[in-house]
């Protein structure tokens, strides 16, 4: 495995549907010098939309509102359903949606713009749905804290999905947004096994740094719940007990689960990987995920989709929630507070 990509997902570039002519690497003899790149380097591409509240018209996502301060993620999950939209922006689904990531810098101006509409009625929005706000560029650039200082200034619900303990760093405005009920963080954990983490998501946070996430979390008063997924069958779906047994013992206040499902040519690089590191049982797991979506590597039907159907699903969630009644059984979540937001932002005597 001497010729892998270290730290990324994917390891190789894959056509674009949307595109009629592309670069390629096919053959080496005909390339020139500064595309023989052994190792990528992030790539920042700099946007500046109409708008960043996006409404979220799927029903079985969980949510109403999203926000995306990035497009494209670091972080190289093998897996992630949104390399797909990677597409749209002209790139591929492959390496360049782990290398080349696109920032919207207006974000928290366009939020702002957002809340003050005489329309606006506040429904939880959540950062981010599509890719991670929290990634490593969010360190340097700050975006997604910039978000959270908004949301806290108009007194504004607000959820957050990430796979990185980044969101430790804004404990500051969390604990303030804590103190109205008006944020919840939904950590995404897909396996306690390092080794398995490092390649099948290798730039999020280790097993390690999440759990004590959790604990730093719950300790300062920020509700935290956890995102087992997506589960792989004979890949990490043996860990179900164990993770939900790890993370409630730090706090987590609750766990849900979805299964993997490979969209476009996610399948093709996803297959590739599993060739890669899991050569004895790559079939057998390619066709699992089929039976898990009636023969098919993705289902998109709404209601299927996320759980799939069969065998092979119902075992999963019977194995899931046997685990949550076990040591999640008296848990309770209270649903964020519509009540706290004002349109003008910070309180004035007249």
């Given at each position: 495995?001497n010729?892998?990509?270290k730290?990324?997902?994917a390891?190789?570039a894959?056509?674009?549907?949307?595109?009629?002519q592309e670069?390629?690497?096919?053959?080496?003899e005909?390339?020139?010098?500064?595309?023989?790149?052994e190792?990528?380097?992030t790539?920042?591409f700099?946007e500046?939309?109409n708008?960043?509240?996006n409404?979220v018209?799927?029903?079985?996502?969980?949510?109403?509102?999203?926000?995306?301060?990035?497009?494209?993620?670091?972080?190289?999950?093998?897996?992630?359903?949104a390399r797909?939209?990677?597409?749209?922006?002209g790139?591929n689904?492959?390496?360049?949606f782990?290398?080349?990531?696109?920032?919207?810098?207006?974000?928290?101006?366009l939020?702002?713009?957002?809340?003050?509409k005489?329309?606006w009625?506040p429904?939880?929005?959540?950062l981010?749905?599509?890719?991670?706000?929290?990634?490593?560029?969010?360190?340097?650039?700050?975006?997604?804290?910039?978000?959270?200082?908004?949301?806290?200034?108009?007194?504004?619900p607000?959820?957050?999905i990430?796979k990185?303990v980044?969101v430790?760093?804004?404990?500051?405005?969390?604990?303030?947004l804590?103190s109205?009920?008006l944020v919840?963080?939904?950590?995404?954990i897909?396996?306690?096994?390092?080794?398995?983490?490092?390649?099948?998501?290798?730039?999020?946070?280790?097993?390690?740094?999440k759990?004590?996430a959790?604990?730093?979390?719950t300790?300062?008063?920020?509700?935290?719940?956890?995102m087992?997924a997506?589960?792989?069958p004979?890949i990490n779906?043996h860990e179900?007990?164990a993770v939900i047994?790890?993370v409630?013992?730090?706090?987590?206040?609750?766990?849900?689960y979805?299964?993997v499902?490979?969209?476009g040519?996610?399948?093709?690089?996803?297959?590739?990987?599993l060739?890669?590191?899991?050569?004895?049982?790559?079939?057998?797991?390619?066709?699992?995920?089929?039976?898990l979506?009636?023969?098919?590597?993705?289902?998109s039907?709404f209601?299927?989709?996320?759980k799939?159907?069969?065998?092979?699903?119902s075992?999963?969630?019977?194995?899931?929630?046997?685990?949550?009644n076990r040591?999640?059984k008296?848990?309770k979540?209270?649903?964020?507070?519509?009540?706290?937001?004002?349109?003008?932002?910070?309180?004035?005597l007249?």
């Amino acid at each position: 495995m001497n010729d892998l990509l270290k730290g990324r997902g994917a390891q190789s570039a894959i056509s674009n549907d949307f595109l009629n002519q592309e670069i390629v690497t096919d053959h080496i003899e005909g390339l020139d010098e500064e595309l023989l790149i052994e190792r990528p380097k992030t790539q920042l591409f700099y946007e500046t939309p109409n708008k960043v509240v996006n409404k979220v018209t799927s029903p079985d996502v969980g949510m109403e509102y999203s926000l995306n301060p990035y497009q494209g993620c670091e972080h190289g999950c093998i897996y992630c359903y949104a390399r797909k939209t990677h597409e749209y922006w002209g790139y591929n689904l492959g390496l360049d949606f782990e290398t080349k990531i696109i920032v919207k810098s207006n974000a928290p101006a366009l939020l702002e713009n957002h809340l003050l509409k005489p329309s606006w009625k506040p429904k939880p929005i959540v950062l981010s749905g599509n890719t991670d706000c929290y990634q490593p560029i969010e360190r340097e650039l700050k975006i997604t804290r910039q978000l959270l200082e908004v949301f806290a200034k108009y007194r504004h619900p607000v959820g957050i999905i990430t796979k990185n303990v980044l969101v430790t760093r804004d404990l500051d405005i969390l604990k303030d947004l804590a103190s109205d009920n008006l944020v919840k963080v939904i950590l995404s954990i897909t396996t306690l096994d390092d080794g398995l983490r490092r390649i099948l998501e290798p730039r999020t946070a280790s097993v390690k740094s999440k759990l004590l996430a959790i604990e730093k979390l719950t300790e300062a008063g920020i509700p935290v719940s956890i995102m087992n997924a997506p589960i792989i069958p004979s890949i990490n779906h043996h860990e179900i007990p164990a993770v939900i047994k790890a993370v409630a013992e730090r706090g987590a206040q609750g766990v849900n689960y979805t299964t993997v499902r490979l969209n476009g040519k996610i399948a093709d690089i996803f297959e590739a990987w599993l060739q890669k590191y899991f050569p004895d049982r790559a079939e057998k797991v390619i066709n699992q995920i089929k039976e898990l979506h009636g023969g098919t590597v993705n289902d998109s039907e709404f209601g299927k989709r996320m759980k799939g159907v069969g065998n092979i699903a119902s075992t999963i969630n019977k194995l899931h929630h046997i685990s949550k009644n076990r040591y999640m059984k008296n848990v309770k979540s209270t649903p964020l507070n519509l009540t706290a937001f004002r349109k003008g932002g910070n309180y004035s005597l007249f």
